[in-house]
């Protein structure tokens, strides 16, 4: 941890030599003592200090100063610090100044010259000065703050955003946080430009789109080359799994994701049956060691970028971004994945962020403090949001229309679930209205045909999902429900022989356009399961080399 800091300014060279060695004898030990010799100077130096956001504790300045007076710099630094202790050093003819100065900078003591014997007349008050800094002097928090109102959907969104790309940050709500309030006025800002992003290199934005806030964390969104051998689109664990390998095995890999790494995965709070992990780890753990991976033996990123058409061009596959820029490339692997289904009910939509979450229950678990939540769905995404919300959740009930969990849940689950005395499943049941003015404030649950209106701060829906595959349904076979066909079950569509001209079969993974395949939970017949969509990432990389060298 950094010293604290005294800082003291006086332009006459034998004054400040002796304050300084007094000083030193008596604080150096847990202070670092600075010196400047003019008023000027020393409004530079708080500067620097609050740029590198060094603790400043205590300010001792000298009153009479040619260009700058020390009030002047007192009523700087308590400006730029405000818990720092200001002292001023007055000769006695301008005690007078020094009185007034009480009020205007608010000065915490003055001190005549000369101060001896220092042990009577300067350590006792500066002890005391320093002890109450001490006391009060909360370590100034130097990441990324989030500044906006509980119930906004957009807060919600850039929390999601933060933690999915793990990034350490403090969130503040501007309704009951003092600090946040006073942060914003700081910055020139009001409440409609909530949510504000305080980044750790000091920049402060407001209403950032996650494109913005992406190029503020230095995470790329522009394509580095003119072409590659190989773009993924997606990065959930199988398109990371292919970046890793497509990077380490000497391929141009460009990986292409909307939102953040991890895709489904990044958004489970304990991956309890992944190989390796005996304790499990949570997906956004997985997500960014797998990402962290992949750019080390490199791969590149960019993000937030959304892939919305694909084409073929003399001969390669052109991928065009939701910011209208393509990317030229050999070959495509598809790792779109899913997307969660939504519950249409009455105001779900209106609600969605402001207390309705889909698959948001890391990010907003804390918020849930103490409260009554709900979880809809019976899988084992439901069931980890369970476990986790009930760590923080006074009650969690989960809402599912069959008898009990055994068909749609793993057994580990189940049992978890049953120990755990502050969950309640409410089986025979359904969400019939979500309900609250500007944030969810109670459900009408259907239980058995037994409508109820119960208080709930939240509600979490995993009731299914569908493949994230529109845009590129035109280009490749997908079955009735938008699934890629790929190799063996591709062959067996009645539409292959219109559409596949190649001498060769396609390859396990391939599409019905050559060099463009598909891996993970977007392809027909997947198993989704973290261990499989890896899996097929992994192969997907393989066949790309097959197809590479015809
Ligand atoms: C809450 C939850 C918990 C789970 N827990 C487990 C578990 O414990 N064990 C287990 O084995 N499985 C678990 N699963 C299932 C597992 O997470 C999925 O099977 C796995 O994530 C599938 O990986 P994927 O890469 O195929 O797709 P996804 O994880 O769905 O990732 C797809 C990615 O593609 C991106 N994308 C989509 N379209 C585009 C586009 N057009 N342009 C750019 N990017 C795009 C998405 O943003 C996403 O990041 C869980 C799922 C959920 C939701």
């Given at each position: 941890?950094?010293?604290?800091?005294?800082?003291?300014?006086?332009?006459d060279?034998?004054?400040?030599n002796?304050?300084?060695?007094?000083?030193?004898?008596?604080?150096?030990?847990?202070?670092?003592?600075?010196?400047?010799?003019?008023?000027?100077?020393a409004?530079?130096?708080?500067?620097?200090?609050?740029?590198?956001?060094?603790?400043?504790?205590?300010?001792?300045?000298?009153?009479?100063?040619?260009e700058?007076?020390?009030?002047?710099?007192?009523?700087?630094?308590?400006?730029?610090?405000?818990?720092?202790?200001?002292?001023?050093?007055?000769a006695y003819?301008?005690?007078?100044?020094?009185?007034?100065?009480?009020?205007?900078a608010?000065l915490?003591?003055?001190?005549?010259?000369?101060?001896?014997?220092?042990?009577?007349?300067?350590?006792?008050?500066?002890?005391?000065?320093?002890?109450?800094?001490?006391?009060?002097?909360?370590?100034?928090?130097?990441?990324v703050?989030?500044?906006?109102?509980?119930?906004?959907?957009?807060?919600?969104?850039?929390?999601?955003?933060?933690?999915?790309?793990?990034?350490?940050?403090?969130?503040?709500d501007?309704?009951t946080?003092?600090?946040?309030?006073?942060?914003?006025?700081?910055?020139?800002f009001?409440?409609?430009?909530l949510?504000?992003?305080?980044?750790?290199?000091?920049?402060?934005?407001?209403?950032?789109?996650?494109?913005?806030?992406?190029?503020?964390?230095?995470?790329?969104?522009?394509?580095?080359?003119?072409?590659?051998?190989?773009?993924?689109?997606?990065?959930?664990?199988?398109?990371?799994?292919?970046?890793?390998?497509g990077a380490?095995?000497?391929?141009?890999?460009?990986?292409?994701?909307?939102?953040?790494?991890?895709?489904?995965?990044?958004?489970?709070?304990?991956?309890?049956?992944?190989?390796?992990?005996?304790?499990?780890?949570?997906?956004?753990?997985?997500?960014?060691?797998?990402?962290?991976?992949?750019?080390?033996?490199?791969?590149?990123?960019?993000a937030?970028?959304?892939?919305?058409?694909?084409?073929?061009?003399?001969?390669y596959?052109?991928?065009?971004?939701?910011?209208?820029?393509?990317v030229?490339?050999?070959?495509?692997?598809?790792?779109?994945?899913?997307?969660?289904?939504?519950?249409?009910?009455p105001?779900?939509?209106?609600l969605?962020g402001?207390?309705v979450?889909?698959?948001?229950?890391?990010?907003?678990?804390?918020?849930?403090?103490?409260?009554?939540?709900?979880i809809?769905?019976?899988?084992?995404?439901?069931?980890?949001?369970a476990?986790y919300?009930?760590?923080y959740?006074?009650?969690?009930?989960?809402?599912?229309?069959?008898?009990?969990l055994?068909?749609?849940?793993?057994?580990?689950?189940?049992?978890?679930?049953?120990?755990?005395p502050?969950?309640?499943?409410?089986?025979h049941?359904?969400?019939?209205?979500?309900?609250?003015?500007?944030?969810l404030?109670?459900?009408?649950?259907?239980?058995?045909?037994?409508?109820?209106?119960?208080?709930?701060?939240?509600?979490?829906?995993?009731?299914?999902?569908?493949?994230?595959?529109?845009?590129?349904?035109?280009?490749?076979?997908?079955d009735?429900?938008?699934?890629?066909?790929?190799?063996?079950?591709?062959?067996?569509?009645?539409?292959?022989?219109?559409?596949?001209?190649?001498?060769?079969?396609?390859?396990?993974l391939?599409?019905c356009?050559?060099?463009?395949f598909?891996?993970?939970?977007?392809?027909?017949?997947a198993m989704?399961?973290?261990?499989?969509?890896?899996?097929?990432?992994?192969?997907?990389?393989?066949?790309?080399?097959?197809?590479?060298d015809?």
């Open positions: 941890m950094k010293k604290p800091i005294i800082l003291t300014v006086d332009d060279a034998q004054v400040l002796a304050i300084t060695r007094d000083l030193r004898q008596e604080f150096r030990q847990e202070y670092r003592i600075l010196s400047v010799n003019s008023g000027p100077e409004l530079k130096t708080l500067d620097e200090l609050r740029a590198r956001a060094e603790p400043l504790a205590l300010v001792l300045a000298d009153q009479r100063m040619p700058v007076e020390g009030v002047e710099v007192l009523t700087r630094a308590r400006e730029l610090f405000p818990d720092t202790k200001r002292v001023l050093l007055t003819a301008d005690t007078s100044a020094a009185i007034r100065a009480i009020n205007s608010q915490d003591y003055y001190l005549l010259k000369p101060w001896d014997p220092p042990e009577h007349l300067l350590y006792p008050t500066l002890e005391d000065l320093l002890a109450a800094w001490q006391a009060t002097h909360k370590p100034r928090y130097d990441g703050r989030l500044i906006g109102f509980q119930w906004s959907p957009l807060s919600h969104e850039l929390k999601d955003f933060l933690s999915g790309y793990m990034v350490g940050y403090q969130w503040l501007y309704e946080s003092p600090e946040a309030q006073a942060l914003v006025k700081a910055r020139g009001g409440p409609t430009d949510p504000l992003v305080l980044c750790a290199d000091g920049a402060a934005v407001p209403r950032p789109t996650k494109g913005l806030l992406a190029e503020h964390l230095g995470i790329a969104n522009k394509p580095q080359q003119e072409l590659y051998d190989v773009v993924v689109v997606g990065a959930g664990p199988s398109g990371l799994a292919a970046a890793v390998y380490s095995e000497g391929l141009k890999t460009l990986v292409v994701e909307r939102q953040t790494p991890g895709g489904q995965a990044g958004t489970s709070s304990r991956i309890e049956n992944y190989l390796g992990f005996p304790t499990g780890l949570s997906g956004a753990e997985l997500a960014f060691r797998a990402w962290t991976q992949a750019v080390r033996l490199g791969a590149e990123f960019i937030p970028q959304e892939v919305s058409s694909l084409c073929i061009q003399d001969g596959k052109v991928l065009t971004l939701s910011n209208g820029s393509e030229r490339t050999k070959a495509v692997i598809l790792t779109t994945g899913v997307s969660y289904r939504t519950l249409d009910v105001g779900m939509d209106r969605s402001a207390g979450y889909y698959g948001a229950a890391r990010t907003e678990a804390r918020s849930c403090d103490q409260e009554d939540v709900y809809v769905g019976g899988g084992n995404s439901a069931g980890q949001a476990m919300l009930a760590t959740a006074r009650r969690v009930f989960i809402v599912i229309r069959g008898a009990n055994s068909a749609s849940m793993s057994a580990y689950l189940i049992e978890q679930i049953r120990n755990t502050n969950i309640e499943l409410l089986p049941s359904h969400i019939r209205e979500a309900c609250g003015q500007d944030h404030e109670a459900v009408v649950v259907d239980r058995n045909g037994t409508v109820e209106k119960r208080p709930a701060r939240a509600l979490f829906v995993f009731i299914g999902t569908r493949p994230s595959t529109e845009w590129v349904c035109e280009q490749v076979i997908c009735g429900k938008g699934f890629v066909l790929t190799g063996r079950d591709l062959v067996q569509d009645p539409r292959y022989g219109q559409v596949w001209k190649k001498d060769r079969e396609p390859y396990l391939e599409t356009v050559p060099g463009i598909s891996a993970g939970d977007s392809r027909a017949g989704a399961r973290v261990a499989s969509a890896v899996g097929e990432g992994s192969m997907a990389i393989k066949f790309v080399h097959q197809y590479l015809e």
